[in-house]
Nanobody, 121 residues
Framework: VQLVESGGGSVQTGGSLRLSCTAS????????MGWFRQAPGKEREGLAG???????SYADSAKGRFTISKDNARNTVYLQIDNLEPEDTTMYYC?????????????????WGQGTQVTVS
């Protein structure tokens, strides 16, 4: 199983980014996919999840500016972040699990990517 994130970078306040996570080695269409973020010294924070049917759920902190989507043909899940704020500066991770879609507790998710850095200034 491999999850590879991309799309992070440096952006000015108010800008947008679309993060991508390409999966391999498991049944992408059947698994739940999620996005998390973690700042140094802080716990990993769940942001959004999407299930095999395309249904989505968001943590309260992510509602309004974050949009999760996926492309089954490309085995890729996306996280669109709009109106970026300096507080969004951190590492962003995608995760996959067969059953955990809506519970944003990191220990319940089986597979993780290496993360992509987002810096907002």
């Amino acid at each position: 199983v491999q999850l590879v994130e991309s799309g992070g970078g440096s952006v000015q306040t108010g800008g947008s980014l679309r993060l991508s996570c390409t999966a391999s080695g498991f049944s992408f269409k059947e698994d739940c996919m999620g996005w998390f973020r973690q700042a140094p010294g802080k716990e990993r924070e769940g942001l959004a999840g999407i299930d095999s049917h395309g249904e989505t759920s968001y943590a309260d902190s992510a509602k309004g500016r974050f949009t999760i989507s996926k492309d089954n043909a490309r085995n890729t899940v996306y996280l669109q972040i709009d109106n970026l704020e300096p507080e969004d500066t951190t590492m962003y991770y995608c995760a996959a699990d067969l059953q955990t879609c809506w519970v944003f507790l990191p220990h319940l998710w089986n597979y993780w990517g290496q993360g992509t850095q987002v810096t907002v200034s």
